[in-house]
């Protein structure tokens, strides 16, 4: 009897795990047969200048590509966790005839390299924001623009350096990003009770870096499963399927010490009283169904930053310069037609 009763209580088991991978790959079938819009995008397409690398601070390499006339004002795009350079597809293709528009990878993503010291954090981040600004405007004028991470990067810039804002970088644009509490965003009010239980997690996962690495390759190679994750966190209603899949990709190709030592500091991390050194007008977007950095983040930007307009784009999610470009592109115009007037009109031509 008791083991009929286990053969019988297998088999359940095993049905329920066969229907769910059914239901999975239907799930990823729906997403890729619906229609693209965005379907032969070359998002990987790198700006025509390669620049080289740039030392940071602590030797790191930064690997920078340019697009644009050199004596443009310059717009400095910064992105996020886990992504590279290639995310501001849209943008450097739509602003480059009138600005001289330069991406960069953070470190130890993308092109650029991993910190001699073991240095991950988003305030170092902000450090190598600043070295690539040195580098490619010393002068000004510079309007920077950055995605979730790599918004806090500006954001870690300011609280150590708030003397570059002003004559030299004349405004900023703070894309899908909080200030602090992302475990709280996320997860709602239990947020801060479960960023504290994963804090001896954290300590574990650094110490065997080669078991994260393992466990990563798992979990974030693109698979059904790991398509509907992204289009459920990261997108909107009307996600396009190739944006989708290019942004899975992108993740899953991410150092493991991004996954371990810039999670865990982004859970951590706390600049609201960085927003206060960016005195020059600032541009908040966010996405009516990001789930990342909802818009209760965006306004508690918008409300602790000196002088900002905040700005929600609808059916966008995390990613809604990707996924809702020619709305972001207009948004992103009209703040620059204010603070490096006279670009506009030829962003909007686009």
Known sequence: MRRRRAAIGLGVAVGAAAAAVAAERIAARRLRSRPDPEAGVDFAELPPEDLGTIASFDG????????????APVLLFSHGFSLDMTTWHYQWKAFSDRYRCVLFDHRAHGRSGKPPG??????????????????????????????????????????????????????????DTAASDIAREFFGSVGSRIERSLRPLTQRLTADLDRVERLRGRLTRVTDLSLLIARATQFGPDASPSQV??????????????????AADI??????????????????VVGDRDMVTPKTSALALREALPDAEAVVITRAGHV???????????????HLGRVLPAGEEAALRR
């Open 320 to 334: 809604s310069m990707m996924e809702q470009h020619r709305v972001f592109n207009e948004v992103l115009a009209r």
């Open 118 to 175: 073991g240095e991950y954090a988003v305030r170092a981040m902000g450090r190598d924001l600043l070295a690539v600004l040195d580098h490619v405007s010393p002068q000004g004028p510079a309007v920077l623009v950055g995605h979730s991470m790599g918004a806090m990067s500006i954001l870690a810039m300011a609280e150590r350096d708030p003397s570059v804002f002003g004559d030299r970088v004349r405004g900023v644009v703070l894309a």
């Open 267 to 284: 859970r951590e991390m706390d600049l609201r009283e960085a927003l206060s050194a960016i005195t020059v007008p600032a541009l908040v």
């Open 245 to 262: 899949a290019y942004l899975a990709d992108l993740s899953s190709r991410a150092r493991v010490e991004v996954w371990v030592h810039t």
């Open 60 to 71: 790191t390499r930064i690997a920078v590509r340019a697009a644009g006339a050199e004596d």
